[in-house]
């Protein structure tokens, strides 16, 4: 039972607050459970003493992402690829964080950093394809090259991935083609229906609504140049 775990961890660490390894997995079993507002301060503690391990930085890192916390997950992610200048994940997290601190040029180049590192992974060319597809600044944005790899990917996926079939609308929308557009997320929306993921279902049926009035779907976010 992960809350037992969570209790007997938390009770060891009160303890003896120096129990680096009762941190740690207290902080893997509430980052499993997806409270990462509860893991981050645990992580950053272990990471201040075993800044040498780089799963529970990386662990801290995505923490932070889910948290919206993205001055601190680049600072962490920037140490990361430097380390490990072939880290794809690194590079595309790192990329992911950067794009919402207005830094997208430079997320623009570590995604296809991470592309030629590997050049099959649906993560990597599904975080390209929905930067170059929606993007406000006409520099990044590319809708035909998004669509090219955002049918890459749906192909590889067999449209049975959500987000997949979200970045293919939002580039066929970007590239005009309103109505497919629309087959396209409403099967994203059925998926998302089967998922009972409500929080994504009404993000992909605002962006139903802009194709249907022939609108595209645009990422409102910092650019910083």
């Not at 507002?37 to 040498?52: M, N, S, W, Y």
């Not at 090219?148 to 987000?163: D, F, G, I, Y």
């Amino acid at each position: 039972n992960f809350n037992e775990s969570i209790k007997a961890f938390a009770h060891a660490i009160k303890l003896d607050s120096k129990k680096t390894r009762a941190r740690l997995e207290l902080a893997t079993l509430l980052f499993r459970m997806q409270r990462y507002i509860e893991a981050v301060p645990h992580l950053r503690k272990v990471v201040i003493e075993q800044p040498q391990v780089h799963n529970t930085r990386k662990m801290l890192s995505l923490s932070l992402i889910q948290t919206n916390d993205h001055v601190n997950a680049a600072r962490h992610l920037h140490y990361l690829s430097s380390i490990n200048p072939e880290d794809t994940m690194a590079k595309l997290w790192y990329g992911h964080s950067l794009v919402r601190l207005g830094r997208a040029t430079e997320a623009e180049r570590l995604f296809r950093e991470a592309l030629n590192l590997q050049p099959d992974s649906l993560l990597v060319i599904n975080e390209l394809a929905w930067l170059l597809a929606t993007h406000t600044d006409a520099e990044i944005y590319n809708p035909v090259e998004a669509l090219k790899l955002a049918e890459q990917s749906a192909k590889a996926a067999k449209k049975s991935n959500l987000r997949v079939l979200d970045t293919l609308a939002a580039a066929q929308a970007a590239n005009g083609d309103f109505v497919v557009a629309v087959k396209t997320v409403d099967a994203a929306i059925g998926l998302a229906l089967a998922a009972k993921d409500k929080r994504i279902m009404g993000l992909l049926q605002k962006r139903r609504e802009g194709y249907l009035k022939k609108r595209p779907y645009r990422e409102t976010l910092p650019v910083n140049r």
